[in-house]
C-alpha cells in the first residue's frame, strides 16, 4: 500500500516506519515537512525516499498551507497519509479529503492531554499512568476515532524526558503494527468509528 508521512521534527517514528516497510506492506513514496530542517527528512533521504519541505510560514494561511500540501499528497496518491509528529492543525476542509485513509500518532492517553506538552500535563496531573494512541485524523484536534494504545507506569522519579523516552519506545512498537492493520485492509473507520475486523475497537 502506498503512503505518505508527514512529518515536523526528529522523525524517530518515520524511521521506525522505514526500518518495518517491507514487513508491513507500506510503500512509503513521500516524507513531507512543514520544516526545513526537520531531521526526518534526512532519514527519508538515506532511504531513497522523495522528500518535500513546505514552510507554513510562507502561505498567507491555514486554507493556502493546506491546499498545496493536499495538491503536493495527491502528487502520490497515497492509500494512507500518515502523521508521524506532524505539529501542524489542519483545517477541516484537508482533513475531511482524507478521512478514513489518514492516521495520527498522540503522545497521550486521548482523550486526557490533546494538544501540546502532554508529557509536563500528565506530570502535573499527578498521573498513574502514561501513553500513546494512534487514531484516526478528523476535523477535532486529536478528537478522531481511537484505534489503540500502549499505556506505561508514571514512575516517582519520572521528567518529561525519562517519559518521552519510555513512550516512544511504545510509539515505534504501536504505529507500525496499527498501520499494517491499515494496509490489511482490517482496519476502517466505519460511521465515525474505529472498526478492526469488523468489530468496534
Ligand atoms: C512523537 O512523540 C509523536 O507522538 C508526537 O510528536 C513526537 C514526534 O517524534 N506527536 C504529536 O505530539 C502530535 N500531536 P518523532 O519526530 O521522533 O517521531
Do not use: C
Not at 493546506?66 to 492509500?79: F, H, K, R, T, V
Request: charge should be negative; hydrophobic fraction near 40%; proline fraction near 3%.
Amino acid at each position: 500500500m502506498k503512503g505518505v508521512v508527514l512529518i515536523s521534527g526528529s522523525g524517530s517514528n518515520l524511521q521506525s516506519l522505514i526500518d518495518n516497510a517491507s514487513s508491513i506492506d507500506l510503500s512509503i513514496e513521500a516524507v513531507i515537512s512543514n520544516k526545513k530542517e526537520a531531521f526526518g527528512l534526512q532519514r527519508a533521504q538515506q532511504s531513497n525516499i522523495p522528500t518535500h519541505a513546505l514552510d507554513h510560514k510562507l502561505f498567507s494561511s491555514r486554507e493556502d498551507f493546506d491546499q498545496n500540501l493536499s495538491q503536493l499528497i495527491g502528487q502520490y496518491n497515497p492509500d494512507i497519509v500518515i502523521l508521524a509528529g506532524f505539529m501542524r492543525i489542519l483545517t477541516a476542509e484537508f482533513t475531511q479529503k482524507y478521512t478514513g485513509k489518514m492516521l495520527n500518532i498522540h503522545p497521550s492517553l486521548l482523550p486526557k492531554f490533546q494538544g501540546l506538552n502532554t508529557h509536563q500535563r500528565a506530570l502535573d496531573a499527578g498521573e498513574k499512568e502514561h501513553g500513546v494512541s494512534v487514531h484516526f485524523v478528523t476535523a477535532e484536534l486529536d478528537g478522531g476515532p481511537i484505534i489503540a494504545q500502549s499505556k506505561i507506569k508514571v514512575l516517582a522519579n519520572d521528567d518529561v524526558e525519562s517519559l518521552a523516552k519510555r513512550i516512544l519506545i511504545e510509539e515505534h512498537k504501536l504505529f507500525p503494527e496499527v498501520i499494517h492493520w491499515f494496509t490489511q485492509d482490517r482496519l476502517k473507520l466505519e460511521k465515525n468509528q474505529a472498526t478492526l475486523d469488523g468489530q468496534l475497537l
